[in-house]
T-cell receptor, first 116, second 114 residues
Framework: AQSVTQPDIHITVSEGASLELRCNYSYGATPYLFWYVQSPGQGLQLLLKYFSGDTLVQGIKGFEAEFKRSQSSFNLRKPSVHWSDAAEYFC??????????????FGKGTKLSVKP | NAGVTQTPKFRVLKTGQSMTLLCAQDMNHEYMYWYRQDPGMGLRLIHYSVGEGTTAKGEVPDGYNVSRLKKQNFLLGLESAAPSQTSVYFCASNLEGLGPDTQYFGPGTRLTVL
């Protein structure tokens, strides 16, 4: 069955430090991969997505993610974290049920706290 | 262009009461989705629709019904609310079911069932 695992429930980093959030997926075919961010009390905002091509994708707010097929991973990175990055981050895989129909399967999320 | 909007933002129900959550999108999207978000569970798909007049079950459909009478609206109904349905509900939409398209999310509805 398709699944997404985010091993870290909660991560705390210092402002200005680098960040890496882990995401592993289980899916038999070529995956469509997404990272969303959710600020407290808000909806989900797309950070970046991977469909094909270059395995290093750039997103908004200075985030990037690298798709590694051999490791079934799609880790999110940022070189220097800002206090405003404190939020919950969700990795998702797009599951194609045939034709154009598909749905997103989400990981359980990683909550990021930023120390001043 | 408002994107995806949800009504209401907050609601408190008593066990056994009914209610309908409204999702509206102005992007002419074909596909619409209802998710619930519970602490430590991520988002789980309740029902979805691939076009006007169609609906289908997602991962956790029990206790919910949906309707898509108009392309721009997707309604989620609770006929007899239970405390287990206390959650934050998100609606999403996109033009195609999958592929380069992206799901756009509404701001959420926080529902408490007492």
């Amino acid at each position: 069955a398709q699944s997404v695992t985010q091993p870290d429930i909660h991560i705390t980093v210092s402002e200005g430090a680098s960040l890496e959030l882990r995401c592993n997926y289980s899916y038999g075919a070529t995956p469509y991969l997404f990272w969303y961010v959710q600020s407290p009390g808000q909806g989900l905002q797309l950070l970046l997505k991977y469909f094909s091509g270059d395995t290093l994708v750039q997103g908004i707010k200075g985030f990037e993610a690298e798709f590694k097929r051999s490791q079934s991973s799609f880790n999110l990175r940022k070189p220097s974290v800002h206090w405003s990055d404190a939020a919950e981050y969700f990795c998702a895989v797009g599951v194609n049920y045939g034709g154009s129909q598909g749905n997103l399967i989400f990981g359980k999320g990683t909550k990021l706290s930023v120390k001043p | 262009n408002a994107g995806v909007t949800q009504t209401p933002k907050f609601r408190v129900l008593k066990t056994g009461q009914s209610m309908t959550l409204l999702c509206a999108q102005d992007m002419n999207h074909e596909y619409m989705y209802w998710y619930r978000q519970d602490p430590g569970m991520g988002l789980r798909l309740i029902h979805y629709s691939v076009g006007e007049g169609t609906t289908a079950k997602g991962e956790v459909p029990d206790g919910y019904n949906v309707s898509r009478l108009k392309k721009q609206n997707f309604l989620l109904g609770l006929e007899s609310a239970a405390p287990s349905q206390t959650s934050v509900y998100f609606c999403a939409s996109n033009l195609e079911g999958l592929g380069p398209d992206t799901q756009y999310f509404g701001p959420g509805t926080r529902l408490t069932v007492l």
